[in-house]
């Protein structure tokens, strides 16, 4: 198990905060934090009040540390890399996920940070359900798991 990876399915509120400090190393120069956050609408749908987030949470926590582990491939300055997610009922402003990457150097930790979230809007088995002025339903982005 690599302990400079944080990796957590959570209904709890994400910390912020703890998860930056995780990042922190004394020879690293740039921490970047990524937070998702709920939004009052989504493509087709406005006045969008709350998000119900399910995942495959077994599946979803094994692909995380992929997505987690191929960062250090790619990005050879990162030392460190926390990937939370959210599960449940979600209020508008609230995160629902949150990636943080402590490299060497900023660009290092920005490209981590990208490829982290990007990946597992594409990989992770989560799905969010919407609730709107008009109704609710799950959401039309849904995204085919493909391979890292």
């Known amino acids: ?5 944080l990796i957590s399915i959570q209904e709890e ?14 020879d690293c120069g740039a921490v970047v934090v990524f937070s998702g956050t ?27 540390s992929e997505i987690a582990e191929r960062v250090f491939e790619l990005y050879q300055g990162v030392r460190k890399i926390a990937i939370v997610h959210r599960l449940g009922l979600l209020s508008l402003c609230e995160s629902s ?11 290092e930790a920005f490209q981590g940070a990208r490829f982290a979230i990007d990946t597992l809007k594409a990989r992770a088995p989560i799905w969010k359900k ?19």
Request: negative net charge; proline residues 1%; charged residues 20%.
């Open 38 to 64: 709920v939004r009052s609408f989504s493509e087709g749908r406005l006045n969008v009040t709350s998000l119900v987030y399910e995942a495959y949470t077994e599946l979803a926590i094994k692909m995380l």
């Open 13 to 26: 509120e994400i910390s912020i905060s703890q998860l930056y400090d995780f990042c922190l190393e004394p």
């Open 130 to 148: 919407e609730t709107w002025s008009g109704g609710e339903d799950w959401s039309e982005n849904a995204s085919t798991i493909v391979d890292l």
């Open 97 to 107: 996920v949150v990636v943080a990457v402590s490299s060497e150097h900023r660009e």
């Open 1 to 5: 198990m690599n302990t400079n990876i």
